[in-house]
């Protein structure tokens, strides 16, 4: 069973930072592509970085220039950076895998439990 295991959130004020890490295990075929959604109370759930099984990052614009997506391949961990927190980051972050080079139109398979980030103002 692939299991994908959050950590890293908490509590921080505005303009500050912290690492989430996404720990992977019990995949035989590996995880590829790989994305960090949120979901804020009320909210929908939304992508807020992706990676493809290349390498290629994207981000939503409401994060750029803000949010890292870091894969380290000898931990089976991929990490989100976040830096210049808002409190509009306020939301539970989860990250998601998929065995493909890509998430085709944007499904993965495997989800983690989520991690809560709250920002203050």
């Known amino acids: 069973q692939v299991q994908l295991v959050e950590s890293g959130g908490g509590l921080v004020q505005a303009g500050g930072s912290l690492r989430l890490s996404c720990a992977v295990s019990?995949?035989?075929?590996?995880?590829?592509?790989m994305g960090w959604y949120r979901q804020a109370p009320g909210k929908q759930r939304e992508l807020v970085a992706s990676?493809?099984?290349?390498?290629?990052?994207n981000y939503a614009d409401s994060v750029k220039g803000r949010f890292t997506f870091h894969r380290d391949n000898a931990k089976n961990t991929v990490y989100l950076l976040m830096n210049s927190l808002k409190p509009e980051d306020t939301a539970v972050y989860y990250c998601?895998?998929?065995?493909?080079?890509?998430?085709?139109?944007?499904?993965?398979?495997?989800w983690g439990q989520g991690t809560q980030v709250t920002v203050s103002s």
């Open positions: 990676i493809t099984g290349s390498g290629i990052t």
């Open positions: 998601a895998g998929t065995a493909g080079l890509v998430a085709i139109n944007g499904k993965y398979d495997y």
């Open positions: 019990g995949s035989i075929f590996g995880i590829n592509a």
